[in-house]
């Protein structure tokens, strides 16, 4: 069919630095991870040319534009959701010491519980990621925000501990539904190569967030201490009605696809495109089995390959991962909602402690970028992954040491969690990549991160209840058991690396075939 006129300065066909860019067919305008769409008419005149060969071929550089508006339009929104995501899920460590436990007489047990109902429900619904190959994502993704900026601005108005279980029970099913599935929806618009980056760029997120969250807790804290209206109260509903309205901007803003973003051009949206199918294309045979080029050429491209979904399930690497997974989260999910009652518990007051969880934070955000990006460049997953689950033991293994001989020094235990922190958050993201990185196909892809989830977010089961309250000021026990599970991370890495390598190894002996779930299927090697 017609194609729209190309850019300014498209290569002719003998140059050397462009990609091809084969026509693409129509199909609906709003196609979640749609690698074709209708063509439109650019609408800038000046824009336009009218050179015949640029329209089947892109440059480096309209390439290099439409991933820069990728990254400050659709990564820069979603990573956005997910700090609002994370300050809903995490403030209860915040009200805790604001008066909550108080106010609703709760015993330790009962705030476990409500740590409990949170990741009971995360983890029992964490495959409603395959629900972003089902359900348009403008749709989705706007229902999961609104879902979870009402219940969590409904905490606020909770009068008892069964109210308030039942509401963190229906959080952790509307926040499973968005943040999990993410960087597999990314996978829609990024190139292999490029999703490290886009994926520390959306997890950094939460340590921005965590740090935002202690500095906005001390202000509401602060207020409300004088005001008619519990502290506690104030924190939940300030921090979770901007969801709300968000929602009503993403269901315009978040496309399904790379093909009807419309802040992108017509000709932008072609190269987002191209870019992902000539990706796919680099990776598979032509007759790959799993999904492979014809979910790049079929018109419909919602719904699951069975047959990939199956051979995904009997992949030991995706178990791998997920256990990875599982022992990172023990860390990650129990430091936020513990950290500013350890802080206090050192000595400082609860105001004080409610600032000082933002420098961690912080250094984590900076840290998280800095890997991503040094993954991307060097191409290299399980290096970094390694590094910060050794540099995370550490800062644990600190800690756990220094309360094990009644060593008190607030200032080396507070430096303890500084590596501590962008340890487990670093680690987490370059988990994640490199789940995605190592499927064949959307449809393995979303089974390998589905199976991710269900088996990595038990882990908050377990995190949640290391930091007891009959273990201040120390917690030499939670501390240990972080300190296992970041070890455990580093050495399930070490060990999928060398299979990884042996596959590839492999992979060259057979001619440039992989196998996947134990048959030769397509050309594919496995990133290291």
Request: charged fraction near 15%; proline fraction near 6%.
């Amino acid at each position: 069919m017609p194609s729209s006129s190309p850019r300014a300065h498209a290569p002719s066909t003998s140059s050397q630095d462009a990609y091809e860019l084969h026509p693409v067919s129509p199909m609906p305008e709003r196609d979640m991870d749609s690698n074709y769409e209708d063509e439109e008419e650019d609408k800038d005149a000046e824009s336009r040319s009218t050179s015949p060969a640029s329209s089947k071929f892109y440059t480096p550089t309209e390439s290099a534009r439409v991933r820069r508006k990728l990254d400050t339009h659709l990564v820069a929104f979603l990573a956005l959701l997910y700090s609002l995501s994370f300050l809903d899920r995490s403030n209860i460590g915040n009200a805790r010491i604001a008066g909550l436990v108080d106010d609703l007489r709760l015993t330790d047990s009962q705030y476990e519980w409500l740590l409990w109902a949170f990741y009971i429900t995360y983890i029992a619904f964490e495959w409603m990621t395959l629900l972003y190959r089902v359900v348009p994502a403008h749709i989705y993704i706007s229902l999961c925000i609104a879902a979870w900026g009402v219940l969590a601005s409904l905490q606020a108005a909770a009068t008892s501990f069964p109210v308030l279980v039942v509401l963190r029970g229906l959080l952790g099913v509307s926040e499973a539904a968005f943040g999990p599935g993410v960087p597999f929806y990314l996978s829609f618009f990024f190139r292999r190569e490029e999703l490290a980056l886009r994926t520390g760029l959306f997890i950094s997120a939460s340590p921005l967030s965590a740090s935002f969250a202690g500095l906005l807790a001390w202000g509401i804290t602060k207020a409300g201490e004088s005001g008619p209206v519990s502290p506690w109260r104030l924190l939940f509903l300030i921090e979770g009605f901007p969801s709300v309205l968000v929602a009503v901007w993403a269901w315009d803003f978040v496309p399904d696809g790379p093909g009807t973003a419309g802040w992108l051009s017509g000709r932008e949206r072609e190269v987002a495109v191209a870019r992902v199918r000539d990706a796919d294309e680099d990776d598979h045979d032509g007759d790959a089995e799993i999904e492979g080029k014809h979910a790049l050429t079929t018109p419909q491209p919602h719904g699951l390959d069975s047959h990939a979904v199956f051979l995904t399930l009997k992949d030991p690497k995706c178990y791998l991962t997920a256990f990875m997974f599982f022992a990172a989260n023990v860390a990650f999910a129990s430091l936020p909602v513990f950290l500013p009652t350890i802080l206090r518990d050192m000595g400082h007051t609860a105001l004080t402690a409610q600032a000082l969880t933002a420098p961690p934070y912080l250094f984590a955000f900076v840290v998280v970028l800095l890997t991503a990006y040094l993954s991307d460049r060097h191409q290299s997953r399980a290096f970094y992954i390694i590094l910060h689950a050794l540099l995370a033991t550490t800062g644990y293994a600190t800690l756990a040491l220094l309360g094990l001989f009644n060593i008190s020094a607030p200032t080396l235990r507070y430096l303890a969690l500084f590596p501590a922190t962008s340890g487990f958050f670093a680690a987490i993201t370059i988990i994640i990549t490199w789940t995605l990185n190592n499927q064949a196909s959307a449809s393995a892809k979303g089974t390998g991160v589905a199976v991710m989830n269900v088996i990595g977010q038990t882990g908050p089961l377990l995190g949640t209840s290391v930091f007891p309250t009959r273990d201040a000021p120390f917690y030499v026990s939670g501390m240990s058991i972080c300190a296992c599970s970041m070890l455990l991370v580093a050495l399930l890495a070490g060990a999928l690396r060398w299979h990884l390598a042996r596959l590839n190894a492999g992979t060259t002996t057979r001619g440039g075939y992989a196998s996947i779930g134990g048959k030769q299927r397509s050309r594919f090697e496995y990133m290291l």
